[in-house]
T-cell receptor
Framework: DAGVTQSPTHLIKTRGQQVTLRCSPK?????VSWYQQALGQGPQFIFQ???????QRGNFPDRFSGHQFPNYSSELNVNALLLGDSALYLC?????????????FGPGTRLLVL | GQQLNQSPQSMFIQEGEDVSMNCTSS?????WLWYKQDPGEGPVLLIA???AGELTSNGRLTAQFGITRKDSFLNISASIPSDVGIYFC????????????WGLGTSLAVNP
């Protein structure tokens, strides 16, 4: 049973560019959450997708957007990249019909903005 | 906004020693979760707690949901070198729409 997978593993972009990160949830999970983790910090909640809609959002600007597909996979898009967007981006999935707070994380995508 | 206070910030122990870390909140929490994160990896769920007073074990790890619902602790018994990593507490409380709130982590180093 594959866990949560993310791609790419690493990415280097320059300021002003746009980036798309991808996530496939664990089998049987239908809810996907995205987090940003700066070095030495805990994860910060970006948003959560369920039934192809954004259900909740953290304190992130509109430059951060997402999408969920019918197969429950998800994308995180960040426009107009800033140096401060450099971080580890984590995707987490929660089980369908289960307790949504119990989230399982992927290995993350490390984004470096130059 | 809501903050979780996690302590200690870091620990350096000898192999075989027991470890204890805790998290406190200013609000009543509905869920407490403990994660371990290795460098460059995503957090791995260790233990999930859903009821006040609940005590749950996962191998050498034991965690408890505090009776006041404002705290939780994680104990590791007989530590081994592979316990090295950063341990995070996380939880949800009524009114934040079930979003996970995270502590800042406890960095554990184990001397073989």
């Amino acid at each position: 049973d594959a866990g949560v997978t993310q791609s790419p593993t690493h990415l280097i972009k320059t300021r002003g560019q746009q980036v798309t990160l991808r996530c496939s949830p664990k089998s049987g999970h239908d809810t996907v959450s995205w987090y940003q983790q700066a070095l030495g910090q805990g994860p910060q909640f970006i948003f959560q997708y369920y039934e192809e809609e954004e259900r909740q959002r953290g304190n992130f600007p509109d430059r951060f957007s997402g999408h969920q597909f019918p197969n429950y996979s998800s994308e995180l898009n960040v426009n107009a990249l800033l140096l401060g967007d450099s971080a580890l981006y984590l995707c987490a999935s929660s089980p369908a019909g289960g307790i949504q707070e119990t989230q399982y994380f992927g290995p993350g995508t490390r984004l470096l903005v130059l | 906004g809501q903050q979780l206070n996690q302590s200690p910030q870091s620990m350096f122990i000898q192999e075989g020693e027991d470890v204890s870390m805790n998290c406190t909140s200013s609000s009543i929490f509905n869920t407490w979760l403990w994660y371990k994160q290795d460098p460059g990896e995503g957090p791995v769920l260790l233990i999930a707690l859903y009821k006040a007073g609940e005590l749950t074990s996962n191998g050498r790890l034991t965690a408890q949901f505090g009776i006041t619902r404002k705290d939780s602790f994680l104990n590791i018994s007989a530590s081994i070198p592979s316990d090295v990593g950063i341990y995070f507490c996380a939880g949800t409380y009524a009114g934040n729409n079930r979003k996970l709130i995270w502590g800042l982590g406890t960095s554990l180093a184990v001397n073989p």
